[in-house]
Every structure is written in structure tokens, then in C-alpha cells.
């Protein structure tokens, strides 16, 4: 496989130095890409990133992901608006290997490959490094003019920033020079491959090689990934859309790529998987016939959920999306565990109820008359229950007046109570 054709038809290139084809034709190539380890979990935000050094491996190259150790204790300011906060080094540490144990389902980090994935940290090589020795061996290569004319360093001069740019983080384009310097001394890593807006970062390190030793070396950028509509791609109201299924459960990821635009499940199913162009092309023009059934949104759901979670917790996201807006049964709801429900009903109106009254038995009716307002009166709870219109833990409602007890809990203290096809409640027993 050629890798920069691979990445031109998923629309993965922005924009490319002269020379890396070839580069690429003639030898297996060692390339890294920059990880910022800020939180102890990537989010869907480095996804593109991961999915070039991904589909590097596959084409015969050997990635190296390079956790900013260093770099991520200075900030870099390149799209931002303020500096960030800077993390410890035990946090660091913690981060990395988190980050180490996700990239592990993307890459081959374990086998006996001539291409096989390494991690590597730059605070293990620039924790030692002197400020004296740091200015004598990068800073007197690199012109402040060159610096300056960066467009990171001038959106934040020119009014953008609060705070102006501090000398901390206007010194992170030799920071990330000088680890691409170290790579290709001690790697022989000739590629530095990341987001669009690190092309200013990637080119300070080229030209630092080129000036220090004459090295020819590369690089190439992937696009940013927006929404169709200009959104922040990744943002949800809640925030990122995480990896880890501690801060995004694996139900609420899938939710995430089921929900995308028809424009963007067009684009996203070329970035997001490692599904070939025959297998899209197909599953685009299938789509396009009958746009009504999703085909492209369930299958980038499917793949991206079955690669970053499992293919049992992709099922059980299919199973609990079936809940909400299928005709599942009470077995299925009874097999959710406590998080997965609580993701699925999120936003629908919630009660609590004495847990006390319920182990010693109440009449439905009184339960959702009297302790939580899920009807306005008996004489309506009535009516509906009669017409089959009211269930229980998605069973109907045999009488109005059924008796709830302690059996009937979900997780021993959630009642899922449904009014009419679309109308759930959920009851919090305490």
C-alpha cells in the first residue's frame, strides 16, 4: 500500500513538504507524531492523528508516538487562546502509560516487526538538558525573525491572546524542533507527520536539522476535522468525547458517531476506519438510495466503537439504543448495567421514591399519582393503563393498581416507567 494515496482518497492530506512521496517509494520510513498528554485519556479529537501513524504501520513504515512529556509542561500555542496549565511530572508518567495502553489497540507495539510502534518521551531526553546547553545547541540555529513569522506566534502578538505570548511558550517551536532533531539522530526518523496546525512547529524542526547537521528530513499534516455545519468537531454539550470509558461511556461514544450528518458519516467513515475505498464507495451508494436507514452512521458507529471499546460493548450500545427507540424487551433492559442505563436515559424526567415503600409494596396507581407526578390523576393513569399505553421496566402495565415491590427494581433501585410510545420516567429508589 502507498501510504500518501492511502491518506489523498480518505482526505487525509493538507499539506505535504516536496519529496516525501518519493522518500516513502524508496525505504521503509521511521516517522513520529506529537501527543500531548494533558489528560490521561486521547480523546476523539487525536483520532486523525492516531489513524495516520495507524495506517502508516499498515503500509510497511514504523510510527513512533511521541508523548510531549516536556512539551506538555510548557504548552504550545498554536490555535490557542491562553496558556495552559503545567502538570507534574508524576502526572506526566500516569498519563503516558494510559495513553500508551489506548495507542495499543490502534498499533503493534508487542511484535517482532522491523516496523513495529514505539513510544517515546521527550522529558526523557530534555529533563537533563541544561537552559546553557539548550541555547547553545538549538538557539543560535534559529533566527528570532524565523520564529516570528510563525503564524501561531502572530495570531497570539497580533490581539488574539489576553496575555500576549509568554517567552515560555514562544521557546515550544524549538522545543518541538529539537525533539525532531533528537528522532532523527538517535531513530534515524525522517518524517514528522500531525495536525494542519502544526505545520509551523513541524518546519522549525526541519529547518533546525538542516542548519545543524544538513539533514534532509519531511512532513506532512492532516487536515483539521470540523463538522459539516463549521462546529467544533468532537464538542458535545458535555464536553470531549473521550477514549476512555471512565469520562465517555461506551454507549454515549457510540451515540456520538450514530448521530453525525448524512455530509459528515461521508467523510468521517474514510478518517475514522481502516475500511477500504471499495468497501466505502459500496456503503455510500447504498446509503444515498435509502438515506432514511443510516447505513453509513450505524457502520462508522460499529467500527470506531468495535476499535476503540469492544465488540461486546458495541452490542451492548446497539441493545441499549434498541431500549430508547426500538420495541427491546425487559430482558434486555434488565441485562444494562448501571452506567449504560443511566447514559440511555439521561434527560428524561427522573422521580425519587422512597426505597422503604416500595419493599413493603405500593399500588402503581399511588406511585405514580402521588409519589412522582408521572400522571396528573388516578382517573388518567386509569384510562391509559386500560388502552395497554403504560409499562413497567418495558412489561405492560396489567392494572392500575399492580403492586410494586422490591422485585421490580432495576440495579435494586431504578423503575423505568413508559407513557405512551415516547414518554419514559425513571424512578430513583432511596
Known amino acids: 500500500m502507498n501510504f500518501v494515496e492511502e491518506l489523498r482518497w480518505r482526505g487525509m492530506v493538507h499539506t505535504m513538504m516536496p519529496g516525501t512521496e518519493e522518500l516513502l517509494e524508496k525505504e521503509m520510513v521511521t516517522a513520529y507524531l506529537g501527543i500531548d498528554p494533558t489528560a490521561d485519556s486521547l480523546h476523539i479529537g487525536h483520532l486523525c492523528g492516531v489513524m495516520m501513524l495507524r495506517h502508516f504501520q499498515r503500509c510497511g513504515h514504523k510510527p513512533l508516538a511521541l508523548v510531549g512529556g516536556a512539551t506538555g509542561m510548557i504548552g504550545d500555542p498554536s490555535g490557542k487562546s491562553q ?6 511530572e508524576e502526572t506526566l508518567r500516569h498519563n503516558q502509560e494510559c495513553i500508551k495502553k489506548q495507542l495499543g489497540k490502534f498499533l503493534d507495539f508487542e511484535s517482532d516487526a522491523p516496523n513495529k510502534a514505539e513510544l ?5 531526553w530534555m529533563k ?21 513569522a510563525k503564524e501561531s506566534v502572530q495570531k497570539r502578538l497580533n490581539g488574539e491572546a489576553r496575555d500576549g505570548l509568554s517567552f515560555t511558550e514562544f521557546t515550544y517551536q524549538l522545543l518541538q524542533g529539537y525533539d525532531f532533531l533528537h528522532l532523527y539522530e538517535t531513530k534515524n526518523c525522517k518524517l514528522q507527520l500531525g495536525g494542519s496546525d502544526q505545520w509551523g ?34 464538542k458535545t454539550e458535555s464536553g470531549n468525547i473521550w477514549l476512555d470509558p471512565r469520562y465517555t461511556s461506551p454507549y454515549k461514544f457510540y451515540q456520538f458517531w450514530l448521530n453525525v450528518s448524512d455530509e459528515d458519516a461521508k467523510r468521517y467513515i474514510k478518517i475514522f476506519t481502516s475500511l477500504s475505498k471499495e468497501e466505502i464507495d459500496a456503503l455510500t451508494a447504498e446509503h444515498e438510495q435509502a438515506p432514511h436507514l443510516r447505513v453509513l452512521q450505524k457502520r462508522l458507529a460499529k467500527e470506531v466503537t468495535i476499535m476503540v471499546h469492544s465488540e461486546a460493548d458495541y452490542n451492548a450500545a446497539v441493545e441499549a439504543s434498541g431500549i430508547l427507540f426500538g420495541n427491546a424487551t425487559s430482558d434486555a433492559l434488565k441485562k ?79 423503575l423505568l416507567i413508559q407513557r405512551g410510545k415516547k414518554n419514559y420516567y425513571l424512578l430513583i429508589a432511596k
Open 201 to 234: 512547529n513541524i518546519t522549525t524542526g526541519a529547518e533546525l536539522i538542516r542548519r545543524t547537521n544538513g539533514g534532509e528530513v519531511y512532513a506532512l499534516t492532516c487536515p483539521l476535522i470540523t463538522k459539516a455545519d463549521g462546529g467544533k468537531f468532537g
Open 336 to 414: 444494562l448495567d448501571e452506567e449504560t442505563l443511566l447514559s440511555v436515559f439521561e434527560g428524561v424526567p427522573q422521580f425519587e421514591v422512597s426505597k422503604a415503600e416500595i419493599e413493603a409494596g405500593i399500588k402503581a396507581v399511588d406511585l405514580l399519582t402521588e409519589k412522582a407526578a408521572v400522571f396528573p390523576s388516578k382517573g388518567e393513569m386509569r384510562k391509559l393503563v386500560q388502552g395497554g399505553g403504560v409499562s413497567l421496566n418495558k412489561e405492560k402495565l396489567g392494572a392500575f393498581d399492580q403492586v410494586i415491590t422490591a422485585a421490580d427494581l432495576l440495579d435494586k433501585k431504578y
Open 83 to 88: 496558556e495552559r496549565n503545567l502538570l507534574d
Open 128 to 148: 537533563d538538558f541544561s537552559f546553557l546547553d539548550f541555547a547553545r545547541t538549538v538557539g543560535k540555529h534559529i533566527t528570532v525573525n524565523y520564529m516570528m
Open 120 to 124: 517515546v518521551n521527550n522529558y526523557d
